[in-house]
């Protein structure tokens, strides 16, 4: 079992002329995925990349919050999660029902921003709804607020001190910026997900 992400950039006639938003993907990118080989950007504004699926939903939201922090850019992603029959030299040659459903689903996505796909519908029925009330405060971040949020779940700071003393700015204005972007519930949501993914989807 795997995790696909698939992605598109929610994009304007603005980022047209300055796509600042494709180094801070690339940079992360490598990073996030199974290998080094595991993802791709196409088409210009679409990415791809495998994950460990019980990382997926993380891993969504730094790739969110990262771009919205320093590109100022909302982005789509769909989470498919199943098998791989295929490994090819590239992820654009690798294919199984994860690629699928990841492709689908990012096809069928109009108001979200965010889903998940297994195959499993009790799994993805609740994560889904979750993920859908979630997204009425993650879509409407501020720049400072996914800067904070990103620093948190790349464990890149284990404090609000510390985060404090990165970005030079007081410890009540960090504290404020993640009670605006709903930060404690964004943990609590990957807390269920993660726990709801053993109990339903591993093996």
């Known amino acids: 079992m795997t995790g696909i992400i698939t992605g598109d950039i929610i994009r304007s006639e603005r980022d047209l002329s300055n796509p600042k938003w494709l180094d801070v ?34 891993t969504m939201l730094i790739l969110k919050s990262l771009l919205i922090f320093k590109a100022d850019i909302n982005v789509r992603m769909a989470l498919g999660i199943g098998e791989k029959e295929y490994s090819g030299e590239s992820i654009s040659e690798s294919n199984g029902e994860a690629f699928v459903y990841s492709g689908r689903l990012l096809d069928e996505l109009k108001n979200e921003t965010l889903a998940i796909r297994s195959g499993n519908k009790e799994f993805d029925d609740t994560i889904n709804l979750m993920i859908e009330l979630g997204l009425l405060t993650i879509d409407r971040w501020s720049q400072n607020s996914a800067e904070a949020v990103y620093y948190f779940l790349s464990n890149q700071v284990e404090t609000q001190k510390q985060l404090a003393e990165k970005l030079q700015i007081s410890q009540g204005r960090i504290s404020e910026r993640l009670t605006r972007a709903g930060y404690d519930q964004i943990i609590k ?11 339903k989807l591993k093996n």
């Open 189 to 199: 949501l990957d807390q269920y997900y993660r726990k709801y993914f053993n109990q």
């Open 25 to 58: 993907l690339k940079s992360q990118l490598s990073n996030l995925s199974i290998s080094k080989n595991s993802w791709d950007i196409y088409s210009g504004d679409s990415f791809q990349l495998e994950v460990d699926p019980e990382e997926g939903l993380s």
